[in-house]
């Protein structure tokens, strides 16, 4: 039986929902780019109409990933008091779980990456959209 204060799997999971949910997040404003970017679309142009279609798949496959990531975030977060579970140490300390936790520290540090190059020119994008709106 766990105390208030000590860590559970439940109270991990629980304190590991914000990744989805704020993936969930991310995903539905680039939903919200996507279809914007729709209505500046002059549909009598062919090229126009097939860039339109793809947004328009895109953006419904989009907003379905982010329903299902804000439903999976909500149930981690729902998991807080889930009771703790006796686990087998030797199992817990094998080193396929480092390796599996190492694996997931190295793509979250990667993810990282990835959003602060990508800040660069996406800022640089909204400061040209700026400009031109002045």
Avoid: W
Wanted: charged share 30%; hydrophobic share 40%.
């Amino acid at each position: 039986m766990s105390t208030p204060g000590q860590p559970t799997c439940g109270k991990g999971l629980a304190e590991n929902s914000v990744l989805p949910a704020k993936l969930s997040e991310l995903i539905a404003a680039m939903v919200e780019n996507l279809e914007t970017h729709m209505k500046a679309l002059d549909l009598t142009d062919p090229n126009s109409r097939t860039e339109y279609d793809a947004y328009d798949r895109l953006a419904k496959e989009h907003h379905q990933i982010a329903v299902q990531l804000q439903s999976l975030a909500a149930r981690m977060a729902g998991y807080r008091d889930l009771p703790m579970g006796r686990h087998d140490e030797k199992a817990m300390t094998h080193p396929r779980v480092r390796a599996a936790f190492e694996k997931l520290v190295q793509r979250k540090q990667e993810l990282l990456a990835l959003l602060e190059q990508t800040a660069e020119r996406d800022d640089e994008l909204l400061e040209a959209m700026r400009v031109h709106n002045r």
